[in-house]
């Protein structure tokens, strides 16, 4: 069965790193589009960041230029290091494989 973890979430300061991973099982995964998608209490659940298979990436306004999604095909891994944090960034992040979605990890950008 197909699985996604996310991990590498927490309590970070304004300016401050922090880079999440998505772990994923399954067969094919090389070939599939990969996103982060978060999601703010009351708000919409929005598109961060997506890379296809073959490394094209695009990204939300607010995040581009601050965050970089990223893929391992041979770990089956997907990342988003994310970088000048601010305060808007905190929120659940999920990942998403071909439609398949993660459990969600928190962030939280806090002085």
């Known amino acids: 069965q197909v699985q996604l973890v996310e991990s590498g979430g927490g309590l970070v300061q304004p300016g401050g790193s922090l880079r999440l991973s998505c772990a994923a099982s399954?067969?094919?995964?090389?070939?599939?589009?990969l996103s982060w998608y978060r999601q703010a209490p009351g708000k919409q659940r929005e598109l961060v960041a997506s890379?296809?298979?073959?490394?094209?990436?695009n990204y939300a306004d607010s995040v581009k230029g601050r965050f970089t999604v990223s893929r391992d095909n041979a770990k089956k891994m997907l990342y988003l290091q994310m970088n000048s944090l601010n305060v808007d960034d905190t929120a659940v992040y999920y990942c998403?494989?071909?439609?398949?979605w993660g459990r969600g990890i928190s962030v939280t950008v806090s002085s």
């Open positions: 998403n494989k071909g439609g398949a």
């Open positions: 890379i296809t298979g073959g490394g094209s990436t």
């Open positions: 399954g067969t094919g995964f090389s070939v599939y589009n």
